[in-house]
């Protein structure tokens, strides 16, 4: 499975992004999925995952209410909504592909990863 995330860019605090991944080469509806984000000397953090069907989602909790995970498996493309964007949210964002199918916080759980996306958001 390859994944090619795209929407990153510059924002202004308060502002919205939408991240996008289109998946190729894999059957997408089978593959849970998820974003994390890298900010610079931190490690690689969970965002929020999506199950294969799109029933479940989960988001961590310094996110929660400002982000949402959203998937369209005609389209083999997960969407990460960013409203109300925060400088601590400036990092490079990265989705990934699970072949388990569920909802994981995980990132050893992730199978396949995205070549990840800048975002970066001014005070």
């Known amino acids: 499975v390859q994944l090619q995330a795209s929407g990153g860019g510059l924002a202004q605090a308060g502002g919205s992004l939408r991240l996008s991944c289109a998946a190729s080469g894999g059957t997408f509806s089978n593959y849970g999925m998820g974003w994390f984000r890298q900010a610079p000397g931190k490690e690689r953090e969970f965002v929020a995952a999506i199950s294969w069907s799109g029933d479940n989602t989960y988001s961590a909790d310094s996110v929660k209410g400002r982000f949402t995970i959203s998937r369209d498996n005609a389209k083999n493309t997960v969407y990460l909504q960013m409203n109300s964007l925060k400088p601590e949210d400036t990092a490079v964002y990265y989705c990934?592909?699970?072949?388990?199918?569920?909802?994981?916080?995980?990132?050893?759980?992730?199978?396949?990863w995205g070549q990840g996306t800048q975002v970066t958001v001014s005070s």
């Open positions: 990934a592909a699970s072949r388990r199918g569920r909802v994981m916080a995980w990132r050893l759980e992730y199978d396949y």
